[in-house]
């Protein structure tokens, strides 16, 4: 087999087992989620389904792992549940749309480092453990695919030939649409620092620090633009059932909407590890360098973390009104996102022409730049 078709096969089993892993984390997300919600706010939460029962004194037993088996219960019951189509849809287009919100999804797998050169079962995967390592354009290829997602939402609601679906697409989109510039010019900081789009590089260039402490700013603009981007809480104007019912997919039942379900779970996941691949270290840990497997503990911890900042939002903010959720994005994201990107290009070329060397002394970080 030539050095191409290897690389290939490589890609293919290393896509195939790690698209496996996150379509099973998907779905014990949205446990971890009830399980999370449920704590911060005094309830109880799924403890049924799957329960281990262990006898203890008084009569009462102990329910080890409540709610293990909740997702898959869940899941039979979108595949069991009657799928309606409704009468004066467009049949393609409507069958289409829940397709076009999975795809991108599972396309952004294709980039994210999961940890650095490593050697499992006598293969090499160099330069990084990926999907698709050493990608030059792998920042513009995840605003590229994440863009895509809008077009599943817009044709979600208007293949629906319904009035709440039609204006819950139009404002869905309009707010991916808002928040992706934003979340664009605040992926260009690391990009800058690091000198290269390729996340692997920009993981790597973080070891003497997290871009996270240089360019707090643009992490955070990038997290509330990935709020915004997955439509989830205080962002979810989706879910204002006083508004649109349950918005562009209102439409939509059985696995048709689960889908819909899933590409806001894998999303969570997704940008959860692309943000920290762009600010938080990516892989790298300590003793990463001595014990590379290290990097997949570190990934997933850091993942796990990022998954609880979206849940603790949900459980404690307020939504958005949408002239809020618009004039945030507009007036206040965009024009920070722009006046960061000025202020550090700025520094970056005083830097290099060797203006700001004098200002160094010794370990001292230079503001925004390190």
């Known amino acids: 087999m030539t050095e191409i078709g290897q ?20 779905a014990y997300t949205t446990l971890f989620e009830r399980k999370i919600l449920a704590r911060l706010q005094a309830r109880v939460g799924p403890n049924r389904a799957g329960y281990i029962p262990i006898p203890r004194r008084g009569g009462k037993e102990r329910k080890l792992l409540g709610g293990i088996l909740q997702p898959a219960a869940d899941a039979v019951k979108l595949f069991f549940k009657e799928d309606l189509t409704p009468s004066a849809v467009d049949r393609k ?13 599972i396309l952004i797998l294709a980039i994210i480092p999961w940890a650095g050169r490593i050697t499992l079962f006598g293969v090499e995967f160099a330069p990084y453990m990926a999907i698709a390592p050493g990608l030059n354009v792998a920042a513009l290829y995840f605003l590229a695919v994440t863009s895509i ?12 030939n319904s009035k ?56 955070f603009i990038f997290i509330v633009a990935a709020f ?28 048709r909407f689960g889908m819909f379900f899933m590409a806001e779970y894998m999303k969570m996941i997704l940008l959860s590890a692309i943000a920290v691949s762009l600010f938080f270290g990516g892989y790298r840990g300590p003793f990463v360098d001595q014990v590379p497997a290290l990097g997949f503990l570190y990934m997933g911890v850091k993942i796990v973390l990022g998954l609880f900042l979206m849940i603790w939002v949900r459980a404690s903010w307020p939504r958005f009104r ?15 996102a722009v006046l960061n990107f000025i202020w550090v290009g700025i520094l970056i070329i ?21």
């Open 7 to 26: 690389l290939a096969l490589q890609s293919l089993i290393v896509g195939f087992i790690i698209t496996l892993v996150v379509i099973t984390g998907f």
């Open 164 to 219: 709440y679906a039609v204006l819950g697409a139009i404002r869905a989109s309009a707010q991916m649409i808002s928040y992706e510039l934003a979340m664009g010019i605040a992926i260009l900081i690391p990009v800058m620092l690091a000198n290269s789009m390729d996340l692997g590089v920009i993981v790597e260039s973080q070891k003497g620090g997290w871009y996270f402490w240089r360019q707090p700013l643009a992490a």
């Open 228 to 255: 915004a981007e997955l439509q989830r809480h205080p962002f979810d104007l989706l879910e204002a059932e006083q508004e649109l019912s349950a918005g562009y997919n209102v439409e939509y039942g059985g696995m």
């Open 93 to 105: 287009v409507y069958t289409l749309a829940p397709m076009l919100a999975v795809i991108p999804a």
């Open 149 to 160: 997602g809008v077009y599943g939402v817009v044709l979600a609601g208007w293949a629906s």
């Open 350 to 370: 005083l830097q290099v022409e060797g203006v700001l060397s004098p200002l160094r002394l010794g370990p001292i970080p230079i503001p925004f730049l390190g």
């Open 322 to 336: 949408y002239d809020q959720l618009m004039s945030f994005g507009w007036k206040r994201m965009l024009p920070l």
